[in-house]
């Protein structure tokens, strides 16, 4: 089955330990990217990657640290969480080829993330 | 500067009535596509369409219809015939084909309540 996996889904942590979110996808998609979703703003692009060992800064980045050293990997780290980090974070993924903007991408379950 | 705009942010019906959630979106690009997300209740982001800006036919799927209208940038959803299931949170997006990336720009989202 096609999809997207994040892990974990739920999280609660204290300000300062460092955490990673997990995001694997089987489609062998090119882009994959981060987004947070918050009350009000409706989703952010945080991190996106076009391809392996290619990632590149979204609209909401700080605070956030992203690697893509597999195609169907591509984990979200944050070094040191704070409270203004606790969101609904979601993992996506699509084809990129032969033009960016008009595929579908395919979104993970969402990791819910609370920092004390 | 691109923006997706959702004026609404929480609807209540009864069922069967017919709701029209607005979306309105600014860009400087010739090319871009058109995008709706349903979030139920759990959580996870359903796609439900995509349009590109050259292709102005409104869609029709079941329930659903979309309007698309570039005079006035605007990309309504219509769902007829409420049900309870459509209880959800529906976003509008937009990608730009000039970044070739498939960065998606949301909206804040509708609540969309359907009361029995």
């Known amino acids: 089955e096609a999809q997207v996996t994040q892990n974990p889904r739920y999280l609660i942590t204290v300000t300062g330990k460092k955490l990673t979110v997990t995001c694997s996808q089987n489609m062998n998609h090119e882009y994959m990217s981060w987004y947070r979703q918050d009350p009000g703003l409706g989703l952010r692009q945080i991190y996106y990657?076009?391809?392996?060992?290619?990632?590149d800064k979204g609209d909401v980045p700080e605070g956030y640290k992203v690697s893509r050293k597999e195609k169907r990997n591509f984990p979200l780290i944050l070094e040191s969480p704070s409270p203004n980090q606790t969101s609904l974070y979601f993992c996506?993924?699509?084809?990129?080829?032969?033009?960016?903007?008009?595929?579908?991408?395919?979104f993970g379950p969402g990791t819910r993330l609370t920092v004390l | 500067a691109q923006k997706v705009t959702q004026a609404q942010t929480e609807i209540s019906v009864v069922e069967k009535e017919d709701v029209t959630l607005d979306c309105v979106y600014e860009?400087?690009?010739?090319?871009?596509?058109l995008f709706w997300y349903k979030q139920p209740p759990s959580g996870e982001l359903v796609f439900l369409i995509r349009r590109n800006s050259f292709d102005e036919q409104n869609e029709i799927s079941g329930r659903y219809s979309w309007n698309f209208q570039k005079s006035t940038s605007s990309f309504n959803f219509t769902i007829t015939a409420s049900q309870v299931v459509d209880s959800a949170v529906y976003f509008c997006?937009?990608?730009?084909?000039?970044?070739?990336?498939?960065?998606?720009?949301f909206g804040t989202g509708t609540r969309l309540q359907v009361f029995p």
């Open positions: 990657s076009m391809n392996v060992e290619v990632t």
């Open positions: 997006a937009l990608s730009e084909g000039a970044y070739n990336t498939d960065k998606l720009i």
């Open positions: 860009t400087r690009d010739t090319t871009y596509y």
């Open positions: 996506a993924s699509s084809l990129s080829i032969p033009r960016g903007g008009q595929n579908e991408q395919f």
